[in-house]
């Protein structure tokens, strides 16, 4: 709207289109509850069973049956599995005690333990042996622990405790002390002697023998690094 440069003089009033008015919503109110012949609420239709969907049936998962090669298969694998341990496999300079070996090694399951005891004795190769003294290499202990774990993976449920002494002993003193608990004598006997075996000839232990007459002799000292 464009304003007259020079209004009358009367008074100039300037009134906005109607639409330009906002619409004011009007209040909501509810409908009146449609009423029954005697005065209260009718009630309202439910829908009828013609109109309902027909329920539907449940499902069934059908599972693939478990032949009986695959029975047989998980079967064979509880069998495979290796259930060896190994108690101990330490380098010690204290004394070795073959009663802790057996105890240790022996469980509810085992059948047999096989305990083998390398004691000092009073002579070798003719010569009459004083004492005996124990060195080992620093990588001695790793050693003991990998041989012991290789005798666990190549015998089926056994249960190892090995140790070997370091330092000076006397005689009857015990050097080397092995024990192997299994199921069966069998597999007892079989895998505490390869495991007394391969300690012998692959741990760096050596031992150094006093004699009667003052001489003294190193076993194993081709092999000292």
């Not at 060896?84 to 057996?102: D, F, G, Q, W, Y």
């Not at 249960?159 to 003193?173: K, N």
């Not at 300690?199 to 007459?213: C, H, L, M, Y």
Request: hydrophobic share 40%; charged share 20%; glycine share 6%.
């Amino acid at each position: 709207m464009t304003l007259p440069r020079n209004p009358p003089n009367r008074s100039w009033t300037a009134r906005c289109p109607e639409s330009w008015k906002p619409s004011v919503p009007r209040a909501w109110r509810p409908r009146p509850w449609p009423q029954s012949a005697a005065g209260s609420p009718a009630p309202r239709a439910g829908p009828s069973w013609s109109t309902c969907p027909a329920p539907r049936a449940p499902s069934r998962t059908v599972l693939p049956c478990l032949n009986r090669s695959s029975a047989t298969s998980a079967a064979n694998w509880k069998e495979n599995v290796n259930t060896s341990e190994v108690i101990r496999a330490a380098v010690s300079a204290e004394p070795l005690s073959s009663t802790e070996a057996e105890r240790a090694a022996w469980s509810p399951d085992c059948g047999a333990v096989v305990l083998f005891s390398g004691i000092v004795r009073n002579h070798d190769d003719g010569k009459s042996v004083t004492a005996l003294g124990y060195s080992a290499h620093p990588t001695a202990g790793a050693v003991l622990s990998e041989v012991a774990a290789g005798i666990a993976a190549k015998y089926d449920g056994v249960r190892i405790w090995v140790a070997h002494r370091t330092g000076d002993l006397q005689i009857g003193d015990a050097a080397l002390v092995a024990a192997v608990a299994s199921a069966h004598r069998g597999t007892a006997f079989a895998a505490c002697t390869d495991l007394v075996d391969t300690v012998k000839a692959n741990v760096p232990i050596w031992k150094e023998q006093g004699f009667t007459d003052g001489s003294t002799e190193w076993v194993g000292v081709s092999d000292r690094p």
